[in-house]
């Protein structure tokens, strides 16, 4: 993948990042009941769920950075117990 196409997806990532932050805020405030991100509707009781796609979106910016920075993604693996 490309730069350019990494910064386009970095750029998303952070704008969905920020819209969701800004919902999220103004349903704890109370100041409001619901909250419409463009075609969606939340309401308080969409907070545990809001919270999860935050914590998603926080993580592919921090992915899309640490690779625009040149770091590979980290590479998953297990470790497996052994008695002897």
């Known amino acids: ?3 350019v196409e990494l910064r386009a ?8 990042l920020s819209k969701l932050r800004a919902a999220y805020l103004a ?3 109370g ?3 619901s909250y419409v991100i463009d075609d969606r ?3 308080r009781f969409d907070l545990p769920d809001l919270k999860d796609e935050i914590e998603d979106a926080e993580k592919k910016v921090d992915e899309l950075t640490a690779e625009l920075n040149g770091r590979k993604p980290r590479k998953a693996f297990g470790i497996v117990p052994r008695d002897w």
């Open 1 to 3: 993948m490309d730069k």
């Open 9 to 16: 997806r970095l750029d998303f990532w952070q704008s969905a």
């Open 27 to 29: 349903l704890v405030d």
């Open 41 to 43: 509707e939340l309401t």
């Open 31 to 33: 100041g409001v009941k």
